[in-house]
């Protein structure tokens, strides 16, 4: 049936650095492109990433570390104003869903350029959808989470993704307007465009360097030369190397770019995988600012003189839960056992920063579908170990995949956090083998990929204000990561996706988190926690995301 215009709404979170405030937005967005802050231009940012990158091409990535350099090269049809979650016009100067919501118009921006010169058009834009569609591939198709999660499945389904394709086709009317076709409507949608994953690419760039040929030899994944040397957007930023022998990504400012140009002439992203080493760096003047400073550290940087900005808690950590390899984790009286025994309270209490909160569920109070009335799991071993004994799983033993050499907004230290749960989970009699993997080294194809862990830390930072981009992404397919299939929990939360009355949205959620807390409990929720990032006192401009979606463009160095 035909949708109204209240219907068609779609919600999106305002979050500024002080408050949360849910605006609602229309489908339909006009342009509100605004300039660049004022001052000094020029000079070199070199700033402190907290891991390395997996690759440059924003299709085959899910994690921050890849996303930080890529969101500077590259653009999305729809982003998201600074410092928000609001849906703003990027490379789309408007867009507007059908009355059914079967498809989408984008109005383009004109005059645009790709960093190789080649221009940005409708054509590009269908190129770049065709391509995500038609990927072929086990290898490649397993390295696109975010498509997978959002589109569901390809024109042959060949990896982790294999429900019904969203994506039904892309038509360019004329120069700059793009038409996408869907085979059904999605909640996700216009906000998931804004995901970094969807930036748009050279068609040219794409083809010149063979960008789908993605090769799995073993446990270890190998990309093409445009992911790894010639990743080709149409940011205010362009690739210069990256030298991994040094562990710096350079980048320089896009001469071209069609608006306000960066400020600075380059940025120098240089990776030091321990915190306590990029606040030495900090202080000897080496680095001008790096990301997630460990809480404790918070007042001493403030007294030393330098801005320590914190952004909201948009975002959850969780203990995941792998039933594929341990029998007894397919018993939910296991798993309630292995939540109860966590102390969640302590955890947030002492280790994680000033305003974090334990989680009762999988997604922030702030996003609609938060259920106030879901099972809870206090900390009471006495309760996990009578779950254990009824369960017959007293004398358990798990692995536990720990990520090194990393910090993620959700969780700061993950090797501290994880011997805190240790401790606990010894303490109610299950023993403990803790595989210790770096990050992108190891860790998450480990996880993601192979499923060779029973328990693992791991997390989200929120992209947009839906609850089909929280619960709805970790739980709604199968993944190696859970280590389960229920036909009836993936059915209920894509029912829940395509309820288009905002009301009726949010309603459907609640009773997923109800049901996902009661009766499946596929990992613990373990808390939210409000990630900082530090600049020396001569970096303006710098405007903190809680999408954790930071540009540079506006970064002037005094």
């Not at 979170?13 to 002080?18: D, E, F, H, N, R």
């Not at 149409?234 to 069609?258: C, H, M, Q, W």
Request: proline fraction near 6%.
């Amino acid at each position: 049936m035909a949708l109204s215009r209240t219907a068609r709404r779609r919600w999106t979170a305002a979050i500024g650095l002080t408050g949360v405030a849910v605006l609602a937005l229309s489908a339909c967005a006009q342009s509100d492109r605004g300039d660049n802050a004022s001052g000094k231009t020029g000079g070199t940012l070199i700033f402190g990433a907290a891991g390395k990158p997996k690759n440059f091409d924003p299709i085959f990535n899910d994690d921050g570390e890849s996303f930080r350099p890529i969101r500077q090269m590259y653009e999305t049809l729809v982003t998201y104003k600074r410092g928000t979650a609001d849906l703003a016009p990027g490379l789309a100067d408007k867009w507007e869903l059908s009355e059914d919501g079967k498809s989408v118009t984008f109005d383009l921006h004109k005059n645009v350029k790709f960093h190789d010169g080649t221009p940005f058009n409708a054509a590009a834009v269908c190129f770049n959808f065709d391509r995500w569609f038609n990927m072929k591939g086990s290898a490649a198709q397993s390295q696109m989470i975010y498509y997978g999660d959002v589109f569901k499945g390809f024109a042959q389904n060949e990896g982790d993704a294999g429900g019904t394709p969203l994506y039904k086709s892309c038509e360019a009317k004329d120069e700059n307007t793009a038409v996408l076709n869907l085979n059904s409507f999605s909640s996700a949608l216009p906000a998931a465009f804004g995901l970094t994953s969807f930036s748009i690419s050279s068609p040219e760039a794409l083809k010149k360097y063979d960008a789908d040929t993605v090769t799995q030899s073993g446990e270890s994944f190998s990309y093409p030369a445009y992911a790894t040397e010639h990743p080709t957007g149409t940011g205010p930023f362009k690739f210069e190397s990256y030298d991994k022998a040094n562990n710096t990504i350079t980048l320089v400012r896009n001469e071209d770019y069609y608006g306000d140009k960066a400020k600075l002439d380059k940025i120098i992203f240089k990776v030091i995988e321990d915190e306590n080493a990029r606040k030495q760096e900090l202080k000897a003047g080496t680095i001008d600012g790096y990301d997630f400073p460990s809480p404790a550290d918070f007042k001493s940087l403030k007294s030393d003189g330098f801005d320590v900005l914190i952004r909201p808690a948009f975002n959850i950590m969780y203990l995941g839960i792998n039933e594929a390899n341990t029998p007894a984790l397919k018993d939910v009286r296991v798993r309630q056992a292995i939540a109860y025994a966590i102390n969640r309270d302590q955890l947030v209490k002492t280790k994680l920063p000033e305003g974090a909160e334990v989680a009762t569920q999988f997604q922030p109070k702030t996003v609609a579908g938060y259920a106030d009335d879901v099972t809870k799991y206090n900390y009471d071993p006495a309760k996990a170990k009578e779950l254990l004994k009824a369960a017959g799983a007293e004398n358990l033993t798990l692995k536990f995949y720990v990520p090194t050499e990393v910090s993620r907004p959700y969780m700061p230290n993950p090797v501290d956090y994880a011997a805190a749960m240790t401790e606990d989970l010894k303490a109610v009699g299950i023993t403990i083998e803790t595989v210790s993997r770096p990050w992108n080294g190891g860790y998450k194809d480990d996880v993601q990929k192979l499923g060779k862990h029973d328990l693992h830390l791991l997390g989200w930072t929120g992209d947009y204000n839906d609850a089909g981009n929280f619960p709805g992404t970790f739980f709604g397919r199968e993944k190696k990561e859970f280590g389960f299939t229920d036909k009836a929990l993936f059915d209920q939360i894509a029912a829940a996706d395509a309820v288009v009355d905002p009301d009726k949205h949010a309603d459907a959620w609640k009773q997923v988190n109800r049901d996902l807390m009661s009766k499946y409990l596929p990992a613990v929720p373990i808390s939210h926690s409000p990630p900082g990032i530090v600049v020396n006192k001569n970096i303006k401009g710098l405007v903190p995301s809680p999408l954790t979606d930071e540009r540079f463009d506006t970064v002037t160095k005094d």
